[in-house]
């Protein structure tokens, strides 16, 4: 355990800043909500902005806002003209999370939604190039469908927390409904035939998924 934090500690050592912003608002997550460490981080920050240079989206769909930290690294990787649509179902986490959000230098690139995304999505009439999945693990499947249904051909889908925490190969989890959901994701995904897949051991997994 020594080990793996003195590696996070000089892998966080050798990329670039989380910034003062992002992390006054990870910091203010873990102090002020029960689930902090839900919220993506330093280095999977860093690594969602990446993703989003590389493939500079110009419709970018997220599943699960929770408190805005991985919405502002994506948007912070966007064009000025692209947008972010990010929906959080939890309703009380609004009054934390939406200033967080229009207090942000990139406020003008977040739309940012109170509502169920599988259900809300699909009525924006959007062909999206990019979505970030990090909602409810007992409906990932159902969600995984939804974004299939409205993603550009060629277009990527990040699914995140896919190895739960280990969990994914721990027996003693096997009637843990969360556990049971992400692995019947994982085998979902695994045989679907009309994407390509790769699971990054980052963090809690990262699956990444494209459109063919």
């Not at 690594?47 to 110009?58: A, H």
């Not at 502002?72 to 009380?92: Q, R, S």
């Amino acid at each position: 355990m020594q080990e793996n934090k003195a590696l996070e500690t000089y892998i966080h050592q050798h990329i670039d800043p989380e910034g003062d912003y992002l992390y006054r608002l990870y910091r203010a997550t873990n102090i002020h909500t029960l689930h902090g460490r839900m919220a993506s981080g330093h280095l999977q920050g860093r690594l969602l902005k990446m993703f989003v240079k590389m493939i500079d989206p110009k419709n970018v769909l997220e599943v699960g806002t929770f408190s805005g930290y991985s919405a502002l690294c994506i948007a912070e990787g966007l064009a000025p003209d692209a947008k972010l649509y990010t929906f959080e179902i939890n309703d009380e986490m609004e009054d934390f999370t939406r200033p967080w959000i229009e207090d942000s230098p990139y406020s003008d690139r977040i739309d940012f939604r109170i509502g169920d995304a599988i259900t809300e999505a699909p009525k924006l009439g959007i062909c999206f190039d990019l979505a970030f999945i990090d909602g409810d693990k007992r409906t990932y499947i159902e969600t995984y469908e939804m974004v299939l249904s409205i993603l550009r051909q060629g277009g990527y889908m990040l699914a995140d927390n896919t190895l739960w925490d280990g969990h994914v190969i721990d027996d003693a989890y096997v009637n843990d409904s969360q556990t049971k959901s992400i692995r019947a994701f994982n085998d979902f995904v695994a045989q679907d035939e009309r994407v390509e897949k790769v699971i990054l051991p980052l963090r809690d997994g990262l699956t990444i998924i494209r459109k063919k």
